[in-house]
Every structure is written in structure tokens, then in C-alpha cells.
């Protein structure tokens, strides 16, 4: 079972910043897509933006587009989500996986059994 250490959430009010980290424990995530995913208050988990292997190809969801940027640190075994302008709809639980998948598409498909304990985000006045 692959772990990962999510970190960074906090409050914060809206139009401000958050950099989250996602570590891996006990794995090399060189050779997987990992991608970052979310759940709010009374929702279902989305996927909110995803990275290939080699950071060759990067996907985020709609509502993020333009305000999240992933990135990944192989050395550091680190993959990271900088959140700018943020908003109260960007408030819930934060969480990070790793699969091996033929599109970073693919990997932001919340299917996954297995959870970390996540980071909370919320974004409020």
C-alpha cells in the first residue's frame, strides 16, 4: 500500500495562497503519476489536478485552471500543489495518491481505496 504524508492546509481568507506538500512514506514515486484530489463538506472526493511520471503532462480540473499549479520533486520524493487565489469553494479535505496510469486523466479518477489522513483547507473570511 503506498503512503503519502499530505501537509500545508490551513485557513486562509479568500484570494490568498496555500503550498501543499504530498511525501511519500516508504516508496520511490519516481515511476508514478500522483496526483491531488479533494473532498468538501457534504460532497463526493474530485480530483483536482494530477502530474505524469515525468512531469511531462499535467492535468487540472476546471474549477482550477489557472489558480493551481502541481509539481514534483523526484529527489525530494515530493510532490507539491500551489494554491493561489484561492476560494470558499476550494475549502475541504486535501488528499494525494500515486498510481500507474496511461493518462494523467486516469489518475485524477478519485477510484482509490486507500486514504491518507489528508489536509485541511479552508478558505474564509
Known amino acids: 500500500q503506498l503512503q503519502f504524508v499530505e501537509s500545508g492546509g490551513g485557513l486562509v481568507q479568500p484570494g490568498g495562497s496555500l503550498r501543499l506538500s504530498c511525501a511519500a512514506s516508504g516508496f520511490s514515486l519516481a515511476s508514478y503519476a500522483i496526483g491531488w484530489f479533494r473532498q468538501a463538506p457534504g460532497k463526493e472526493r474530485e480530483g483536482v489536478s494530477c502530474?505524469?511520471?515525468?512531469?511531462?503532462?499535467?492535468y487540472y480540473a476546471d474549477s482550477v485552471k489557472g489558480r493551481f499549479t502541481i509539481s514534483r520533486d523526484n529527489a525530494e520524493n515530493t510532490v507539491y500543489l500551489q494554491m493561489n487565489g484561492l476560494n470558499p469553494e476550494d475549502t475541504g479535505v486535501y488528499y494525494c495518491?500515486?498510481?500507474?496510469?496511461?493518462?494523467?486523466?486516469?489518475?485524477?479518477?478519485?477510484?482509490?481505496?486507500?486514504w491518507g489522513q489528508g489536509t485541511q483547507v479552508t478558505v474564509s473570511s
Open positions: 495518491a500515486a498510481d500507474v496510469v496511461p493518462t494523467v486523466q486516469a489518475m485524477c479518477v478519485p477510484w482509490y481505496d486507500s
Open positions: 502530474i505524469s511520471s515525468s512531469s511531462g503532462s499535467t
